[in-house]
């Protein structure tokens, strides 16, 4: 293929300020790519009973219940004044016991707590660690500069699963392969989006090319910290960041750590080339030892 | 405004409880599992410079859970290769050195040592696989980039020629051969007792990447600690001088560059002192230190020689296995994660607010 027919690079935005926890991403990335059950559990974990990206989770909506002053999220800041139909009430959980809420009260103060929900995914790295470790290939990075399992070549070493810095491939102990968010690989190729992005209702998952994710990204930073959400901030967009730049990025409204991100990831594989160095060095160490201990002296 | 985000810094692994409201109603064991998002403010009392060991765990998290995913490698298998394949090098090369310096009663025993260990760790290898059927799939491509990839082709180089030492020194045939087998399995010896530090520290697993400059350097003293703990046991006092000397100097080494290097990591280095994992390296370290001492003591002895050999030989497996535990350990707390890269974050941007 040739470089100006390559498909551009794919991607996600994640805006996390939309979300709504109804987790369709979820259920329709089960669906879609039949991922197994994987425990029907009460977590005791706010509304997230799924609790982690694993070999059968590729899409986990994190759910943070906090006290913060201000508490309500205003799904419709950068839109435009007076086009559309306003707010709609979601039916969204609240804080305080079923019973005991004064309608009013809530609506007139907006309460002194939020939700914090996200949609977590695997990041497609740029400098993907998983791959680079993968003794067998069969990690590779597709036309879409995406990062998919060939299920077929993977016989099951393990190791890409402590090498991802974000906790998202795992070993399905039942069939022993590694699994994770194939960014929908099938529907790519037959021209649509995957299937998480076309089922979120309120585009918090936006799927497309990622250079115009990463504007459009930028732009909604803008648009939120004039609309006085000043805690917004972009997670993995940035090419100089540990991984190079993720091709999942997204829109957070607190630290990465209190969605369960880790705040700064490196590409393991960056210190290598040193590793590398100081294995070799250690080889010649214990050769050199070894023969100085058969210098001198014969008894 | 009420302070629901109380954090109760406990000891231990099980610190940082939730008591986000009425804990009165919630039972012991779901507040166990309901751990916190500890309080804001991560300004306050925190420890700067290297030499801090007291933990700064002022931190925060997602309702307390690990952000790497487990290793689900089995502490048996992989903790087990990491010594064997130790075992196995440094053996070959002693080996090497006993049979160019006259000393067959210690060169052919080493040479069979190599043999089985290699082995019992390809075994140990392909055992741990999700589809062992699949091993040879490893050998379909050669990645730098993978030290699995890397180590498979070391072990692809270095398994025949141990084996091919060990048979002809069994048999007596082909001695030609036997002898480029024996210089063959010595220099590549050490390469397969090291690889296995870069293989474990390619991870973002905090135990085991922030030790990577050390790591290979304990592993090579602990392999020598225990071949030449092997040495002692098979050989008679009168040729396993050499081998005394490489097990003594390879325990030394090994306690001290471990403890230099768990030391040196500062927060993430915890885990090798805590739990299972701090269990294991203290005993580890003990019996590293008794072997040593017992092979320079006893060494008129056949039978203490032995004892010391064996005591190097069980330090050596269980420093493996502290590593291997240590990584486990830190993978399962998000402190380890999540406190160093917030630190890093912070760094650069007082170093960026002075420059800019």
Known sequence: MTQDESPSRKGFFTDTSVCIGCKACEVACKEWNMVPEDGLDFLAMSFDNTGRLSADTWRHVAFIEQREPLGHQDSGVGRPAGEGPGPVNLGMPSFGLPGQRTGEHDEAEGGDFRWLMSSDVCKHCTSAACLDVCPTGALFRTEFDTVVVQEDICNGCGYCVPACPYGVIDRREVDGRAWKCTLCYDRLGAGMEPACAKACPTDSIQFGDVDELRERARKRVEDLHEAGVSSARLYGEDPDNGVDGTGAFFLLLDEPEVYGLPPDPVVTTRDLPSMWRHAGAAALVLLAGATAAFAGRRS | MTNPDKTGEGAGTAGREAITGATDVVSAEQRERHKDHPRRGRRGGRGRGEATRVPDADFRSYHGRPVLNQIVWEARDIGGYLFLGGLA???????????????????RPLKYTALAAISGSTAALIHDLGRPERFLNM?????????????????????????VAAVTAATGWFPRIGRAATIGAALTGPLVATYTAPLICDTAVPAWHEGYREMPFVFASSAASAAGGMGLIVAPTAQSRPARRVAVGGALIEVATSTYMERRMGLVGEPYEQGRAGKLTRAAKALTLAGAVGAVLGRRSR?????????????????????????????????????????????????AAKTG
Request: proline share 6%; charged share 20%; aromatic share 6%.
């Open chain 2, 89 to 107: 090098g440094a053996s070959s090369v002693l080996a090497a050195g006993a049979e160019h310096t006259g000393r067959p009663e210690l060169a």
């Open chain 2, 139 to 163: 050998l379909r491509v050669f990645k730098p980039t993978s030290p699995m990839s890397m180590g498979s082709w070391i072990l692809m180089g270095y398994g025949p020629l141990a084996g």
């Open chain 2, 303 to 351: 039978a203490v020689s032995a004892v010391s050999g064996a005591a190097l030989l069980a330090g050596s497996a269980l420093t493996r296995l502290g590593v291997f535990e240590a990584g486990v350990q830190s993978a399962a707390d998000p402190k380890y994660t999540v406190v160093p890269q917030r630190r890093r974050l912070e760094e650069r941007k007082r170093a």
